[in-house]
């Protein structure tokens, strides 16, 4: 039965990125529109000193925003700032601590970033980890749970009221949350989140993935009811060629080799997404949107049941101490 338990989310990630795998190779990534120039906007990316987030802070820095990397290497950081600072005439960028496995350290970074007085028009919640070996956070946290999800969860809720203040109707704040592909073989543990009784690095991180996109609808669905000027989206980048993928099985990891540098999508390809739904004009005013090579697609049917939704956003609340409203 254990076995079973590990075995089954294992078969449903891969079958996943096979077919992530198969559409890559008969389909281009998309072609990223003109986009805006985003000069007195300001904007937060998690995991912004490599890969996607990398990239995805050096292109809106060069549309002029003011862009703020987030991040736990502060010397990777500091050089990523320096170096997109280097290529940009009008925009800016820095770099500011956040270890989104610790609530302590979320709460610092906002409580940071609120006493510089600036607005927030745009925060991507990139950062994230695959397939690591079991193990908690100092909170007590499952790992994917923690820094893929469940940081970001407090994260955007601490940051909820800026965001609100900052965007008005015609030019709204925008949230976007890194999904993937895997979500359609996660299941939410609503009694065990963290997977104790049956760990699964496959499973953990499909559940991290689904957890997002049930945040996602949630959030948008309550801006748009309470009126606020916010448009919340997932996005999923498709398979790219980032460090992610360090911790797959040495088998998978020979025959991910032959793929990587045709099939997979490059950093910059893979943050093409982001950065439609972070500053295309076609996205104003949308949100509640799961975006995959720049179309909205379906996302798993889980990840419409409402009651699902409320019942993770009243449980995460109480495990990062927020109140439900």
Request: aromatic content about 10%; proline content about 3%; some cysteine.
């Amino acid at each position: 039965m254990y076995l079973l338990e590990i075995l089954v989310p294992l078969l449903k990630l891969y079958y996943c990125g096979f077919r992530v795998l198969v559409y890559q190779m008969f389909h281009r990534s998309f072609t990223l529109p003109a986009l805006q120039n985003q000069n007195g906007r300001v904007g937060i990316i998690t995991g912004g000193t490599r890969g996607m987030g990398y990239e995805t802070a050096r292109h809106l820095a060069r549309l002029g925003m003011h862009v703020i990397i987030a991040g736990n290497e502060e010397e990777e950081g500091l050089a990523a700032a320096r170096t997109i600072q280097s290529e940009c005439k009008n925009g800016k960028a820095e770099f500011l601590f956040l270890d989104l496995t610790s609530l302590k350290s979320v709460r610092q970074f906002v409580d940071t970033f609120k006493s510089r007085g600036l607005p927030l028009h745009v925060l991507v919640n990139n950062a994230g980890t695959m397939l690591v070996p079991q193990r908690t956070t100092e909170d007590g946290f499952e790992f994917h749970f923690s820094l893929n999800y469940l940081g970001h969860f407090l994260l955007t809720n601490l940051l909820l009221d800026i965001l609100k203040k900052s965007g008005k109707p015609g030019f709204c704040s925008r949230i976007i949350n890194m999904s993937s592909a895997t979500h359609y073989a996660g299941i939410i543990h609503m009694d065990d989140l963290n997977r104790r009784a049956s760990y699964s690095s496959h499973g953990a991180y499909a559940q991290s993935k689904l957890a997002l996109v049930l945040f996602t609808y949630y959030l948008q669905d309550q801006m748009t009811t309470k009126g606020f000027p916010v448009m919340v989206n997932a996005v999923d980048p498709g398979m790219v060629d980032t460090a992610l993928y360090d911790n797959l099985w040495s088998l998978a990891k020979l025959l991910k080799r032959p793929f990587a540098k045709t099939v997979f999508r490059s950093p910059s390809e893979g943050a093409s997404i982001i950065m439609y739904a972070a500053a295309a004009s076609e996205m104003e005013g949308v949100g509640g949107c799961y975006l995959y090579n720049g179309e909205k697609r379906q996302s798993a049917e889980e990840s419409y049941d409402c009651e699902l939704q409320v019942q993770l956003w009243e449980k995460s609340c109480a495990l990062v101490g927020l109140q439900k409203a």
